[in-house]
């Protein structure tokens, strides 16, 4: 007589099935991971080109596409594609991909010239999924 019964076993089961249907999906969707790594990315892009532009005394814009964020000097007063921002770490150009499912939106270009300061001087809004990154217009601090 010891042992459950057939009702208790299945209370059990259809408890578990609930569980299940509610947190595997949780589990399987990699989105939020995704926009919160490439928003740090990204905001790291943001200020080591603000922190760049202070250095070497000359305009860096940070280009923000659907499939990657790239970081660039400016020539003749427009942002180039053709003179790359080398990555902190190496000589390759800094250029961060966007992973599948994020969709950035906000200011496509940020610009920071030789203060730091974005230009057009005005507080920019970048989003990422559904986090924001904000530009201050009179530091070019990136939060």
């Known amino acids: 007589m010891r042992g ?7 209370v059990v089961m ?14 399987t969707d990699r989105t939020a991971l995704h926009e919160r790594g490439f ?3 990204l905001k790291t892009m943001l200020d080591h080109g603000r ?3 202070m250095v070497q005394q000359r ?13 660039v000097y400016t020539a003749a007063g427009a942002c180039s594609t053709t003179m790359p921002v080398a990555e902190p770490s190496g ?22 010239n030789q203060r730091g300061q974005p230009v ?13 990154l904000r530009v201050s217009r009179e ?5």
């Open 4 to 10: 459950y019964t057939m009702v208790e076993l299945i």
């Open 14 to 27: 259809l408890i578990m099935a609930v569980l299940a249907a509610v947190a595997a999906p949780r589990l």
């Open 39 to 41: 928003r740090d990315q």
């Open 51 to 53: 922190k760049l532009a």
């Open 59 to 71: 305009d860096v814009c940070v280009l923000i596409g659907p499939a990657q964020a790239q970081s």
């Open 91 to 112: 000589q390759a150009p800094f250029v961060v991909p966007v992973p599948l499912g994020v969709v950035p939106g906000g200011a496509a270009l940020v610009r920071f």
């Open 120 to 132: 057009p001087n005005a507080n920019l809004n970048i989003t990422v999924g559904s986090l924001t």
């Open 139 to 143: 530091t070019g601090i990136t939060r």
